[in-house]
T-cell receptor
């Protein structure tokens, strides 16, 4: 089992550029989550999907952020245009089924994003 | 917004000592989970305790849950230098979807 795979591992970009983060969940997992981690705000839940459908995107900070899950094995988080305050580590996590109680999350290694 | 709040924010101990971390939360939960994060890595699940459970053990880990006080504690016994990491509690609330909300974490340093 390869675990949750995120790419790229590191991303450095300039303000105003589009950034796309990618995630491949564990095969067979039906729920996928995007979190953002910063020193100031800790781990924030941005959005989560169940069976490829977005369930709750209330944590998405602004319209500059968008996420998609076109199929069960792939999700993207896009920031357009990016700003320096978006600099953070972005984690993707998956679980068997968020609709079932007592499910644990499996996290990817994260994408360290730096917006200059 | 964060649901769980860990205490202390940082903890420094010697190898062999026990480490206790506390977590408080605000709303009703279905379960509470503890995760560990090594520097520069993703979070790893340690243990889950259901809302109807009071105590749970896993190896050197012991977790307690007091729903009346909305608090939990994680005890690591006989700590090792390899236990150095950040530890987070996360709560899964009620409703149809059990999204996990994480606390700010406790940074544990275990010195050889």
């Amino acid at each position: 089992d390869a675990g949750v795979i995120q790419s790229p591992r590191h991303e450095v970009t300039e303000m105003g550029q589009e950034v796309t983060l990618r995630c491949k969940p564990i095969s067979g997992h039906n729920s996928l989550f995007w979190y953002r981690q910063t020193m100031m705000r800790g781990l924030e839940l941005l959005i989560y999907f169940n069976n490829n459908v977005p369930i709750d995107d209330s944590g998405m900070p602004e319209d500059r952020f968008s996420a998609k899950m076109p199929n069960a094995s792939f999700s993207t988080l896009k920031i357009q245009p990016s700003e320096p305050r978006d600099s953070a580590v972005y984690f993707c996590a998956s679980s068997l089924n968020i609709g079932t109680s007592n499910e644990k999350l499996f996290f990817g290694s994260g994408t360290q994003l730096s917006v200059l | 917004s964060q649901q769980g709040e860990e205490d202390p924010q940082a903890l420094s101990i010697q190898e062999g000592e026990n480490a206790t971390m506390n977590c408080s939360y605000k709303t009703s939960i279905n379960n509470l989970q503890w995760y560990r994060q090594n520097s520069g890595r993703g979070l790893v699940h340690l243990i889950l305790i259901r809302s109807n459970e009071r105590e749970k053990h896993s190896g050197r880990l012991r977790v307690t849950l007091d729903t009346s006080k909305k608090s939990s504690s994680l005890l690591i016994t006989a700590s090792r230098a390899a236990d150095t990491a950040s530890y987070f509690c996360a709560t899964a609330g009620g409703g149809g979807y059990n999204k996990l909300i994480f606390g700010a974490g406790t940074r544990l340093a275990v010195h050889p």
